[in-house]
């Protein structure tokens, strides 16, 4: 008998390509999945009942499964995310703030912080980190300028950074905790994509290590997880626990999926047991292919060279970014290159740069593969006005609380003709995700600009329709 399927088609004939996948989750197609481990996913697709436990009030193998993962993890307490680090880093606003309190928040955050003042009514106040021009990517943030900003807002309840960024990029979060905290602040960190750094010295220092009160990680990222399963993990007695819990029944589902805790604890005894081993061929492998990179003077892979400079504290090393301005071609159509004409699927790409993810779950041969796929890239014709192409976005200007902006009248209007107006939406290039616009910004013309060039040179710009109109306050 037929079935309409399509998205169940879809992924189906994706699987049949056999694309070497640089990207999340990190079980790369359950290459890093152990056999025994491979079997059961419909037997174990269950629900709350006495043998299996309550993720909302755990007593039995969940509350056993999270204490492991908080002495895996280095926390006091960790919980299970079942609907992704998104719903993780809700709950963290929702616990240290209450709606109308003030929080400094690093702008190169993921939408779903911003998703998170909108719902928690909290009013940001914005911290830039650093922007490396040449290469068109943020670097790390300036503990001096954290400082200042708790200085300015003394009523802010804590600060929220990103580390590492999506490109690998750490802050000193060490130096950071101790700003924050010797004001009384607690320090907040999306963590999303370093939860395999506690796994291996050779890694950078993880936020719990460097005196973080509460943190996220997308386990599903970087460690051999499902997508969608994430941790929580609480590191001080700054963090209203009872609050926390509450917090978390309100953003996570009530009906948890079992697969996804149950990958969440396989992932973790796979990295308790064998992680530092694995991560050392794999940094081994990526600093082999790194080197190999950089002989072409035409390319440049981010490596340790970076530490010191822009605020950056350190380098995630299982991270591959390769700047592709000097080859004349745009970070999308390198990765389009590599697809098409190599088989490889990238984690993402902007407008300079390509980001492949790796994990414990790739093999020496896939990334030797990988070195000769880019190194096989060649400009078939060179960009057009490639100095406008690689500019670097704007800042916009803040004009009014997004929880406001998002909920206040409003009106829709072509880009063109949106300079001047404050935004009502969250905008965002995505992947990787980071807002070019906050609803509570103020439109200026380079912005639109930037938004149409990373449309005209194959991104996509998340947030307007089709017909490119955004949505604005009313006058």
């Not at 010797?182 to 050779?202: M, N, P, Q, S, T």
């Not at 504290?313 to 098409?340: C, P």
């Not at 088989?343 to 980001?355: C, F, K, P, T």
């Not at 690689?390 to 909920?407: E, G, Q, V």
């Amino acid at each position: 008998m037929h079935y309409d399927t399509p998205l169940f088609d879809a992924l189906i004939n994706y699987s049949r390509q056999q694309k070497v996948p640089f990207h999340m989750p990190g079980h790369k197609q359950g290459q890093g999945i152990p056999d025994q481990f491979k079997k059961h996913i419909f037997d174990i697709d269950l629900t709350e009942l006495p043998e299996t436990d309550n993720l909302h009030a755990p007593e039995g193998p969940v509350q056993k499964a999270q204490e492991l993962a908080a002495t895996a993890f280095g926390a006091k307490y960790s919980f299970f995310l079942v609907n992704g680090s998104t719903c993780g880093i809700q709950a963290m606003v929702a616990t240290v703030c209450n709606p109308g309190d003030m929080l400094l928040v690093d702008r190169n955050c993921h939408s779903s912080v911003i998703y998170s003042l909108i719902l928690c009514g909290v009013i940001p106040r914005y911290i830039y980190p650093d922007y490396i021009t040449e290469l068109g990517l943020v670097g790390g943030m300036d503990p001096r300028k954290v400082d200042e900003a708790f200085i300015q807002y003394p009523e802010a309840k804590g600060i929220l950074i990103t580390c590492p960024t999506y490109y690998g990029v750490c802050s000193d979060l060490e130096i950071i905790a101790q700003i924050a905290h010797r004001y009384g602040k607690i320090l907040l960190v999306d963590e999303a994509h370093g939860a395999h750094f506690c796994f291996h010295e050779r890694l950078p220092q993880g936020a719990l290590q460097a005196g973080a009160d509460i943190c996220v990680q997308s386990v599903h990222k970087t460690l051999p997880a499902l997508t969608q399963s994430s941790l929580l993990h609480v590191n001080s007695d700054r963090i209203e626990l009872n609050r926390l819990k509450n917090c978390l029944k309100l953003f996570q589902s009530s009906s948890p999926s079992f697969v996804l805790m149950a990958y969440l604890d396989v992932a973790r005894g796979i990295m308790q047991n064998s992680g530092q081993a694995l991560l050392s061929n794999l940094i081994d492998w990526v600093d082999r292919l790194r080197c190999q990179i950089n002989r072409n003077n035409k390319l440049y892979c981010l490596g340790k060279e970076l530490i010191g400079k822009y605020h950056i504290k350190d380098i995630d090393l299982t991270r591959i970014v390769i700047n592709t301005g000097k080859l004349g071609l745009t970070g999308y159509r390198a990765a389009m290159e590599l697809n098409i004409r190599y088989n490889i699927q990238v984690e993402m790409a902007d407008l300079s740069n390509v980001v492949c993810i790796t994990s414990v779950a790739d093999s020496e041969k896939q990334l030797k593969y990988l070195g000769k796929a880019i190194n096989g890239i060649a400009p078939t014709a060179v960009e057009k006005d490639i100095k406008t192409i690689f500019a670097a976005p704007c800042i916009p200007r803040y004009a009014m609380a997004p929880t406001k902006a998002f909920y206040t009248e409003s009106e829709s209007i072509h880009i063109e003709k949106s300079e001047g107006r404050v935004c009502c939406d969250t905008i965002t290039s995505f992947p990787p995700g980071i807002p070019i616009l906050c609803p509570g910004e103020i439109i200026s013309g380079d912005i639109v600009k930037y938004m149409l060039n990373i449309k005209a040179c194959g991104g996509k710009v998340i947030g307007l329709t089709d017909e490119l109109y955004i949505r604005v306050v009313k006058n």
